[in-house]
């Protein structure tokens, strides 16, 4: 698609407007602010910047969506638009925010891609600001590192799973890994999802094994099954294996199978609508907020850790 103008219209009150020219860019930025944030807006780049992290934060609060063309993009600008508290302030695509767009933004909520979310936290980091929420899913380790180094100049929220149900799952399948012994019992990790996702395991499947590896003391990376495909031998004592299905509009359906000789235990989630990974992930921006620079997950918000 190609890149549209992008007029940002700042307003303190009903009689002091300023517009900045036209950046570019893919959608468009409206947003209401005090005078204090207004102010804000007329210091440098670096001093929006400090600003941002010091200054009260206002109701409603601004909120950007990168990736906003996507399924879960457009079902975070819908949950953005219906919520009191939150005002839609950018919605944007590749190749990504502005400057003047991170600063008009007091959180962004980032379903774009692997080099998108890195481009984007490195970006934000350097500025100062502001908070990221992040769901993209299938960074490789590089990627990985560089959120997390930009982590340590701002608050980041990053999660394979927005869903408070797949949360509470989590938490059960690391005291039920704790619990069964790992000579008896072997795991397995079911996921579906619908034809048009890309990377393999999902996000949430990973993050389910890394939960069930932490019950049994172990880390995932030496426990991992690769893709079992031909004569694989048997199954190596104490793995965790993965089965995945790609079909239709499978919005997400996740198992974690503890498998004895002779009974099976299984722990699942399923998704009906998408709009419940929309409605976490404003839940972790209402969160984020004030808080520290750090790497946050949704546990973090949900307050499952003290």
Same mark, same amino acid.
């Given at each position: 698609?190609?890149?549209?103008?992008?007029?940002?219209?700042? %307003?303190?009150?009903?009689?002091?407007?300023?517009?900045? $020219?036209? #950046?570019?860019?893919?959608?468009?930025?409206?947003?209401?602010?005090?005078?204090?944030?207004?102010?804000? +807006?007329?210091?440098?780049?670096?001093?929006? @910047?400090?600003?941002?992290?010091?200054?009260?934060?206002?109701?409603?609060?601004?909120?950007?969506?990168?990736?906003?063309?996507?399924?879960?993009?457009?079902?975070?600008?819908?949950?953005?638009?219906?919520?009191?508290?939150?005002?839609?302030?950018?919605?944007?695509?590749?190749?990504?925010?502005? $400057?003047?767009?991170? /600063?008009?933004?007091?959180?962004?909520?980032?379903?774009? =891609?692997?080099?998108? =979310?890195?481009?984007?936290?490195?970006? @934000?980091?350097?500025?100062?600001?502001?908070?990221?929420?992040?769901?993209?899913?299938? =960074?490789?380790?590089?990627?990985?590192?560089?959120?997390?180094? @930009?982590?340590?100049?701002?608050?980041?929220?990053?999660?394979?799973?927005?869903?408070?149900?797949?949360?509470?799952?989590?938490? #059960?399948?690391?005291?039920?890994?704790?619990?069964?012994?790992? !000579?008896?019992?072997?795991?397995?990790?079911?996921? %579906?999802?619908?034809?048009?996702? *890309?990377?393999?395991?999902?996000?949430?499947? !990973?993050? !389910? @094994?890394?939960?069930? /590896?932490?019950?049994?003391?172990?880390? #995932? %990376?030496?426990?991992? *099954?690769? /893709?079992?495909?031909?004569?694989?031998?048997?199954?190596?004592?104490?793995?965790?294996?993965?089965?995945?299905?790609?079909?239709?509009?499978?919005?997400?359906?996740? =198992?974690?199978?503890?498998?004895?000789?002779?009974?099976?235990?299984? +722990?699942?989630?399923?998704?009906?609508?998408?709009?419940?990974?929309?409605?976490?992930?404003?839940?972790?921006? !209402?969160?984020?907020?004030?808080?520290?620079?750090?790497?946050?997950?949704?546990?973090?918000?949900?307050?499952?850790?003290?």
């Amino acid at each position: 698609m190609a890149a549209r103008a992008l007029t940002v219209t700042v %307003a303190a009150d009903r009689h002091n407007r300023m517009t900045w $020219p036209s #950046l570019p860019f893919m959608g468009r930025v409206e947003t209401k602010r005090s005078a204090v944030r207004a102010a804000r +807006l007329a210091l440098p780049i670096k001093g929006r @910047a400090e600003a941002l992290r010091i200054l009260p934060v206002p109701r409603p609060l601004n909120i950007g969506v990168f990736g906003a063309l996507g399924r879960m993009g457009q079902a975070i600008v819908g949950a953005v638009n219906a919520h009191p508290d939150l005002n839609l302030a950018a919605q944007f695509g590749r190749p990504g925010p502005t $400057p003047e767009v991170l /600063a008009a933004c007091a959180v962004i909520i980032d379903f774009s =891609s692997p080099a998108g =979310s890195t481009a984007l936290s490195t970006r @934000a980091a350097a500025q100062g600001g502001p908070a990221l929420v992040i769901g993209t899913t299938g =960074s490789s380790a590089a990627e990985e590192a560089a959120i997390a180094a @930009a982590a340590r100049s701002i608050a980041i929220v990053r999660s394979g799973n927005f869903s408070l149900g797949v949360n509470v799952l989590a938490g #059960l399948v690391e005291q039920t890994a704790r619990r069964l012994n790992r !000579l008896d019992w072997d795991i397995e990790i079911t996921e %579906a999802h619908h034809r048009r996702k *890309v990377d393999a395991p999902s996000g949430t499947a !990973l993050s !389910l @094994a890394e939960a069930a /590896a932490r019950g049994r003391g172990e880390i #995932l %990376a030496d426990i991992t *099954v690769p /893709a079992r495909d031909g004569r694989t031998g048997p199954r190596p004592e104490g793995a965790i294996g993965f089965s995945v299905v790609r079909g239709g509009g499978i919005v997400g359906e996740h =198992s974690v199978i503890f498998a004895a000789e002779d009974e099976i235990l299984t +722990l699942s989630h399923s998704a009906r609508d998408r709009g419940l990974f929309a409605k976490g992930a404003l839940q972790a921006a !209402l969160w984020l907020p004030g808080k520290p620079p750090g790497l946050y997950d949704m546990l973090d918000v949900l307050g499952f850790r003290g």
